[in-house]
Structures are given as structure tokens and as C-alpha cells.
T-cell receptor, first 111, second 112 residues
Framework: QKEVEQNSGPLSVPEGAIASLNCTYSDRGSQSFFWYRQYSGKSPELIMF????GDKEDGRFTAQLNKASQYVSLLIRDSQPSDSATYLC???????????FGKGTRLSVIA | NAGVTQTPKFQVLKTGQSMTLQCAQDMNHNSMYWYRQDPGMGLRLIYYSASEGTTDKGEVPNGYNVSRLNKREFSLRLESAAPSQTSVYFC???????????FGQGTRLTVV
């Protein structure tokens, strides 16, 4: 059983700070990694995906992947109250297999 | 483009009743999925269909059946609902191997 581990939080950061969300995984064969944001009562929506080791930036968001250490992280710069949500880490191993999700980290950005 | 559409949005069932959750996508995606989400448990895969004509069990299939009716539609059936099946159910789809999944708006099911 593939495992995706996330700290459930809540992670509280002040407005304007950098929020750092982390995810570790057990399957070394994992190929693709995804970060979803889920507001309370809503469905998950994709923020970013990353396939290769290193950093990938998109606006205020940066995903970081380290396959050797089996972790993937999401940095949110200049955090806003509207970023308050649960962030889900997901991964896919080889082939056309379903995404496996972590339990999510709840982020609270304090104004 | 509606994306992934689930019906109904809310449902209350009595223990032992049956029902079918409907899911349809208009993005010509090959793969479709049913997840359930419970507090503190994240998203758990119930069943999936990698392509039209195929279905496979996920992590928590007991008590459920699925039908991939055609490329667009993937339904989830509860034959005899139990209180343990109280949850939020999400349908998702994706076009191929290395792509993200798109989610429907969810069905909030309560079994009393």
C-alpha cells in the first residue's frame, strides 16, 4: 500500500509570510506529484504538478521535489487569507494508475 | 464545458436502501475514478476505470459497485447502504497517464 504522509496541521502563518507544506511518500517508483487545494465544502482543485527533481515555480507557488529523499513540498509566498484551505499532496507511480492522496494539511493564514 | 458533473449533490438514505451516484464528464477523458472523503482520512479510492470497458477495485471497494456506461459516464452503486458509508463522494477524471485529475463538485451522502 503506497503511503503519502502529510502533517494534518493546522499550520498557521501570518499574512505576507511564506507557508511551507511538506509531503513524504513511501514508494520510490512514484513518478508524478500533484498539489491540490481544497476549500471547506468544495472539491479539490489542482495548484501544481511536478515530475522532475528540483523546483518548479508558478506565481506565488513553488513546488520542490527530491526523489532521493522521497519528499515533495509546496511553498506559498506572500500568503493571503484567501490561501486558507486544506492542501492535498497526491502522487502517481508508473503506468496508468490512479492518484494516491495524502490526508491533507490545513493552512490558516492570519490577517 | 461543464467538466465533471455529479448527481445528486446531497442525499439522505435509510440503512438498507440502495442508490446510484451518477458522474459524467465532457472532456473526452479516458480514466474515471470514485473517491470518498471522510474527516481526517483524506481521499480514498473506491473504484476506478482506466479506460472505457474496464473497472478495477481501489482501496475501499466493499459495499459498492460501479458501471462504466460509456466513455462519458461512470456510476457508483450502493446496494444496501450502511451508516459507515456516510461520506462525501467525489468523481474525478483524467485524460491520460501523466496528467492531473479533475474533480466533480461532490455528493454529500448521509445514511441514517
Amino acid at each position: 500500500q503506497k503511503e503519502v504522509e502529510q502533517n494534518s496541521g493546522p499550520l498557521s502563518v501570518p499574512e505576507g509570510a511564506i507557508a511551507s507544506l511538506n509531503c513524504t511518500y513511501s514508494d520510490r517508483g512514484s513518478q508524478s506529484f500533484f498539489w491540490y487545494r481544497q476549500y471547506s465544502g468544495k472539491s479539490p482543485e489542482l495548484i501544481m504538478f511536478i515530475y522532475s527533481n528540483g523546483d518548479k515555480e508558478d506565481g506565488r507557488f513553488t513546488a520542490q521535489l527530491n526523489k532521493a529523499s522521497q519528499y515533495v513540498s509546496l511553498l506559498i509566498r506572500d500568503s493571503q487569507p484567501s490561501d486558507s484551505a486544506t492542501y492535498l499532496c497526491a502522487l502517481r507511480d508508473s503506468g496508468n494508475t490512479p492518484l494516491v492522496f495524502g490526508k491533507g494539511t490545513r493552512l490558516s493564514v492570519i490577517a | 464545458n461543464a467538466g465533471v458533473t455529479q448527481t445528486p449533490k446531497f442525499q439522505v438514505l435509510k440503512t438498507g436502501q440502495s442508490m446510484t451516484l451518477q458522474c459524467a464528464q465532457d472532456m473526452n477523458h479516458n480514466s474515471m475514478y470514485w473517491y470518498r472523503q471522510d474527516p481526517g482520512m483524506g481521499l480514498r479510492l473506491i473504484y476506478y476505470s482506466a479506460s472505457e470497458g474496464t473497472t478495477d477495485k481501489g482501496e475501499v471497494p466493499n459495499g459498492y459497485n460501479v458501471s462504466r456506461l460509456n466513455k462519458r459516464e461512470f456510476s457508483l452503486r450502493l446496494e444496501s447502504a450502511a451508516p459507515s458509508q456516510t461520506s462525501v463522494y467525489f468523481c474525478a477524471s483524467r485524460v491520460g497517464v501523466n496528467t492531473e485529475a479533475f474533480f466533480g463538485q461532490g455528493t454529500r451522502l448521509t445514511v441514517v
